[in-house]
């Protein structure tokens, strides 16, 4: 869930605040990006050089570098907006004060209030003040903003009492944001087939034959399928990619006919199917046994058609399954894309050309049209696989209700 996230943490003046360090390296160990910003009360609590080492990020907790000649400025819209996730914790009650009325006076307060993604709050405070008519009202003041509360624990507290209000353990931190961003997460509960790469098909015990696909667009389709919280068992031709992301279940294949076993097999249990590969539409009738050798006179290969995967899973679908193909065109492409939805019965085509040298294979970005069976289209500009892939999520979702 954490996997490429930007997770903004924002530490508040409170004994808690040492704590961070732990939460910043279970952070990073979950696969997010970090930027710390600090109250300026919090560095009393904790040294920024720890955590800008852990975070690998340098940590702001004023609006200019003031040791810096020329006074840097910190961009606190920039930062604010850069995040997918803000964390508050330790937050104070005066801290949370100021927040529950947009008060400004701090550089943590202003990226606060220009960040515009999820906020999860972790208070921290002594006994009685977590227990005021006022605190309470200020957390429902952060919880009415759609901010999620992790409520602090019960125990021995600073002050030598015991009672509510230590900040919850960076463990149960990392639990309670997880599980909230999996129920909010747009593909949650979903099972997605994606099949990716290229396929090989064995001539002898040394040769193939195969194409340029490099699986980048396969692979991001999964990794966004996976952080927008679906279980996406991925097909994989022989690609140099792989994935850590928990949610991505990866069945390496080499040749059509495994990848269509495969394929088939996991459809059974899918809800959609991306069927991005680039799969050898023939194979040789025959795989030599042994190295075929130099003859002196020219070679032929009988070539015999290999199952079209797509075709098969277009005629298997159910009312409720979806099933996307791509198709990459050199010419009369827009025609050919429609064929193609047509007879292969799916209920998308992702459209794109191998004719320049940014789109298609083995690139690092691509543009394609989408087109639905209902004739509608939409063209997304030239951008990274890794973006594009979002973007087809979101509009696949738009058509398709996922919950
Ligand atoms: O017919 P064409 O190969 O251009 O169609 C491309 C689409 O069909 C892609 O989604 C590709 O994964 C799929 N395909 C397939 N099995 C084949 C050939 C293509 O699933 N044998």
Not at 45 to 57: C, E, G, I, M
Not at 206 to 218: D, E, H, L, Q, T
Request: proline share 4%; glycine share 6%.
């Amino acid at each position: 869930m954490f996997s490429g996230k930007k997770v903004l943490l924002g530490v508040t003046g409170g004994i808690a605040a040492y704590k961070t360090t732990y939460l910043v390296r279970l952070l990073i160990k979950a696969g997010a990006e970090v930027r710390v910003v600090l109250s300026p009360a919090a560095r009393d609590f904790v040294s920024p050089l720890s955590l800008a080492t852990l975070s690998k990020n340098p940590v702001y907790w004023e609006y200019y570098d003031k040791d810096s000649e020329n006074g840097l400025w910190h961009n606190h819209v920039e930062l604010g907006l850069w995040a997918d996730l803000m964390i508050l914790a330790p937050l104070t009650a005066n801290s949370m004060a100021k927040i529950a009325h947009g008060q400004s006076d701090n550089f943590l307060m202003a990226v606060y209030l220009s960040a515009k993604c999820p906020v999860f709050f972790a208070p921290a405070m002594d006994l009685d003040m977590y227990k005021h008519p006022a605190t309470k009202a200020n957390m429902e003041s952060l919880q009415s903003f759609g901010h999620y509360l992790i409520p602090a624990e019960s125990g021995e507290l600073a002050s030598g009492l015991e009672g509510k209000g230590r900040m919850a353990e960076p463990e149960t931190i990392m639990a309670k944001i997880e599980a909230q961003l999996k129920e909010n997460a747009p593909l949650n509960g979903k099972r997605i087939l994606i099949n990716a790469g290229p396929t090989y098909e064995p001539i002898d015990p040394v040769r193939f034959i195969g194409n340029r696909s490099s699986g980048k667009m396969g692979m991001a389709l999964a990794e966004a399928a996976a952080n927008y919280g679906a279980s996406v068992h991925l097909v994989l031709g022989p690609s140099a990619l792989d994935t850590q992301n928990p949610n991505i279940k990866v069945e390496r294949v080499e040749t059509t006919r495994e990848m269509f076993e495969a394929s088939r097999a996991a459809f059974e249990h899918a809800d959609w199917a991306i069927l991005s590969a680039a799969v050898s539409d023939y194979r040789p009738k025959e795989t030599a046994n042994q190295k075929i050798k130099k003859s002196g006179s020219s070679l032929s290969l009988d070539l015999v058609e290999n199952p079209d995967i797509l075709k098969h899973l277009g005629g298997m679908k159910t009312e409720e399954q979806v099933v996307v193909g791509f198709a990459l065109e050199t010419e009369n492409a827009e025609a050919n894309a429609l064929k193609k939805l047509d007879t292969k019965n799916c209920d998308w085509i992702v459209l794109n050309q191998a004719d320049d040298s940014a789109r298609g294979f083995g690139h690092d970005t691509n543009e394609v049209l989408l087109i639905k069976r209902s004739g509608e289209k939409e063209k997304l500009e030239l951008k990274p696989k890794k973006q594009l892939a979002y973007e087809i999520l979101d509009r696949l979702l738009k058509h398709h209700s996922a919950k």
